[in-house]
């Protein structure tokens, strides 16, 4: 099992750059399948970016070219850099990971593949 542990976020004009943490202890890290989610009050959580154990990724429309996930297996964190932030970006944002069946990711955007997950921390963009 991984315990997963979230820093970074907070407040940003439209347009900033801010950058996530998500630091992972408990079992090896890097057998697991990681992603980013984000989810407004009142809605579903949705995900953002996926790294898969080869560190081939996989982004939502609406962050590719502004977003990039990565990870250091030797700190075992998980990043999210976050450029050209937007208003509509304002949310609480989550890491999560699976341990996967074969070794594949499958590059997996879908919350409920998940089991374990960072605390949330809260981005505001404002405009």
């Known amino acids: 099992q991984v315990q997963l542990v979230q820093s970074g976020g907070g407040s940003v004009q439209s347009g900033g750059s801010l950058r996530l943490s998500c630091a992972a202890s408990g079992s090896a890290y890097s057998t697991y399948c990681m992603g980013w989610f984000r989810q407004d009050p009142g809605k579903e959580r949705m995900g953002i970016a996926s790294i898969d154990l080869g560190g081939k990724t996989n982004y939502a429309d609406f962050v590719k070219g502004r977003f990039t996930v990565s990870q250091d297996f030797a700190k075992n964190i998980l990043y999210l850099q976050m450029n050209d932030l937007k208003s509509d970006d304002t949310a609480m944002y989550f890491c999560?990971?699976?341990?996967?069946?074969?070794?594949?990711?499958?590059?997996?955007?879908?919350?409920?593949?998940?089991?374990?997950w960072g605390q949330g921390t809260q981005v505001t963009v404002s405009s």
């Open positions: 999560a990971a699976f341990s996967p069946p074969y070794n594949y990711c499958s590059g997996s955007l879908a919350p409920g593949e998940y089991p374990y």
